[in-house]
């Protein structure tokens, strides 16, 4: 099953409750929070006080996606403050079997997420333990930026260890995923697409939910 899972980072700040209502009514089932330190990338946004509003605001899982240097002095925040499912960065995480295991432990989905540059060989270790995989389309700290098709090789590589390994992960995309690039995502064998501006970036964010979400399962019928 395909899931969307609209990014806040392009939503209207001052009002995120409609604009999440509005995207759960496109059909959104998971809510994709980007949480961005300045240090790890070149960008700041939220933190735990605005996961714990988003958590009284609606239902659905609030998936943390953690740009951050030292994110083991955090995940207990994020976890208390609602998070569901948390993914942290290969490249930040020098005991990355231990973060992964710190967020096991609080009781939520652990994620985690590799950078365009980096490859699938550098997470191997740890696939046995992840609830999810984040492929990195864009190099992450803003919204709004061009698809990196080159990529996709890796999904396709994910799912043959998943199959020949026996392992249960659940393989997400983020990063300029659009109507127009959506189709070679789903094709490649992702199951979670986060997408910011082709959700909040322009119109409706119902509509543009539902027009996403459409192509996407379009691209899932051709493939049978
Ligand atoms: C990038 C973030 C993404 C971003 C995706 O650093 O991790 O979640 O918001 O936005 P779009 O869909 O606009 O590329
Ligand atoms: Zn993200």
Redesign the pocket.
């Not at 983020?174 to 995923?177: A, E, Q, R, Y």
């Given at each position: 099953m395909i899931e969307l899972a609209p990014?806040i980072?392009?939503a209207d700040f001052a009002h995120l409750a409609g604009e999440v209502r509005a995207a759960q009514d496109g059909g959104a089932t998971v809510l994709?929070v980007?949480v961005m330190d300045g240090h790890f990338?070149p960008n700041i946004t939220v933190g735990p006080p605005v996961v714990a509003s988003l958590r009284k605001a609606t239902s659905l899982p609030l998936d943390c996606?953690l740009?951050i240097e030292n994110p083991d002095e955090f995940i207990p925040a994020f976890v208390e403050s609602g998070a569901d499912w948390i993914s942290v960065h290969q490249e930040v995480c020098r005991h990355l079997n231990r973060t992964l295991e710190l967020i096991r432990s609080h009781g939520a989905q652990a994620g985690v997420v590799i950078n365009p540059a980096t490859p699938v060989q550098m997470i191997s270790e740890v696939l046995d333990i992840v609830d999810y995989v984040l492929v990195m389309s864009?190099n992450?700290?803003?919204?709004?930026?061009k698809f990196i098709p080159s990529v996709l090789h890796k999904v396709r590589g994910l799912c043959d260890i998943r199959a020949a390994r026996r392992l249960r992960f659940r393989i997400e995309m983020?990063?300029?995923?659009s109507p127009e690039t959506v189709s070679s995502v789903v094709n490649a064998g992702v199951e979670i697409l986060?997408?910011?501006?082709?959700i909040f970036?322009h119109g409706n964010p119902t509509e543009n939910a539902r027009a996403l979400l459409r192509v996407a399962t379009e691209a899932t019928l051709q493939k049978v």
């Open positions: 990014s980072l392009s994709h980007d990338v996606h740009m864009v992450p700290g803003f919204g709004a930026q983020d990063g300029g995923i986060v997408a910011g501006n082709a970036g």
